[in-house]
């Protein structure tokens, strides 16, 4: 079989001819293969890191699994209202190239209050408060970005990215989001505002109806729609992931369903409860990354036994104990006690926890690979 082929077959609750093989390197290792400054790919396109992501997943021979990396525009949420915003560097040295984007009114340059952090040989920082790195709230010196490459994120890309990958996987964008609440900001927002929630609840609805519209209208569809976000429960408890998100996503679940399209939910960190609501209450296809403690409370065996005729499993070997500083051995052995764990009667994908970091060793995903071809055969 080809990738394409093992994934679908196991999205469809079938046997493939050995388990499929999936490890998260979405980011940091694809950027470290180029070669090249991280900030050339996440911030001037120079390859969009989503390109990057391909390349490895193709020099690695994984079973690849792109859970939203290709961040495609819905044509009914494209606007041209508002203020035309500029890109500006407002520090730079050797580690790191700071930016923070503004526009003019009335003659006058208003700053956004949060910038970015592009690093050399890390992935960046988002949403960063200016004057904890040290950075005034409105630059004294700035000069524009000037080469970044354009990238497509209409449709047509996204047509473009399902070429580029070809049989070595599946493309999925995203539908919902499991994360209503994904920052400090969000927290504060919720309780200042307890006579929104509802109406927050319902907007989200909204939009996952309107964005299954888009892609039903689209020329090439998606593989898969990806309706989780990082962290679910991390910022969030159970009764507020019920509140303002679980209603939005179990929608987008029941519209894909309909329509013959598989739904992923990724969520990194405490996954334990989440699995249970989308095995038992959903028709949820696919949850990764199932993180052991302490990133996680998830035991794959247990998940098995107790919904793994309902979901594909997808996980969970540890990116750092087992994948960055473990030994060849180390990870063969991991992937066996998964296999061993998980792949009785299909609907599970051996991965890893969330992200495997920027120096994993290069033998230690071939190894994971070489397991899931040879000791996970049915």
């Given at each position: 079989m080809t990738p394409r082929e093992r994934l679908l077959t196991v999205l469809r609750g079938e046997i493939p001819d050995c388990v499929p093989v999936a490890p998260d390197f979405s980011n940091m290792i694809p950027a470290r293969l180029t070669g090249k400054p991280f900030w050339d790919l996440y911030l001037y396109n120079d390859p969009p890191i989503w390109d990057a992501y391909i390349d490895c997943a193709k020099l690695f021979?994984?079973?690849?699994?792109?859970?939203?990396?290709?961040?495609?525009?819905?044509?009914?949420?494209?606007?041209?209202s508002g203020p035309e915003w500029e890109l500006f560097i407002v520090f730079q040295n050797d580690e790191r190239i700071v930016t923070q984007d503004s526009y003019l009114e009335n003659g006058k340059r208003i700053w956004r209050k949060t910038v970015v952090?592009?690093?050399?040989?890390?992935?960046?920082?988002?949403?960063?408060?200016?004057?904890?790195?040290?950075l005034p709230p409105e630059p004294k010196h700035f000069v524009p970005v000037e080469g970044i490459k354009p990238v497509d994120m209409s449709p047509s890309g996204l047509k473009r990215i399902m070429g580029l990958l070809g049989d070595q996987g599946l493309v999925g964008v995203f539908l919902a989001y499991t994360s209503a609440l994904c920052n400090e900001n969000g927290i504060y927002n919720y309780y200042d505002h307890p006579e929104l929630h509802e109406q927050w609840a319902v907007e989200r609805v909204t939009n996952v109806e309107r964005r299954f519209e888009d892609i039903m209208a689209l020329e090439t569809k998606p593989d898969f729609l990806c309706v989780g976000g990082s962290g679910s429960l991390v910022f969030q408890s159970v009764d507020i992931l019920r509140?303002?998100?679980?209603?939005?996503?179990?929608?987008?679940?029941?519209?894909?369903?309909?329509?013959?399209?598989?739904t992923h939910v990724h969520s990194c960190g405490p996954e334990k409860a989440l699995v249970k609501i989308m095995a038992e209450e959903t028709e949820l296809t696919v949850i990764d990354p199932l993180?052991?403690?302490?990133?996680?409370?998830?035991?794959?065996?247990?998940?098995k036994r107790l919904y793994g005729d309902k979901i594909v499993l997808k996980g969970n070997l540890h990116t750092t104990e087992v994948m960055l500083r473990g030994s060849v051995a180390d990870v063969i052995a991991a992937s066996k006690q998964a296999i061993d764990d998980a792949a009785k009667g299909g609907r599970f994908i051996l991965s890893t926890g969330d992200q495997c970091g920027r120096d994993t060793p290069d033998e230690n995903l071939r190894a994971m690979v070489e397991t899931a071809r040879t000791y996970g055969r049915y």
């Open positions: 021979d994984i079973d690849a699994v792109m859970d939203g990396y290709f961040p495609m525009q819905y044509p009914s949420e494209q606007t041209g952090v592009y690093y050399v040989a890390d992935p960046p920082s988002y949403g960063i408060n200016p004057e904890d790195i040290g509140q303002l998100a679980l209603p939005a996503v179990k929608r987008g679940i029941e519209l894909a369903t309909a329509a013959g399209i598989p993180e052991i403690s302490p990133m996680g409370d998830c035991n794959l065996a247990e998940l």
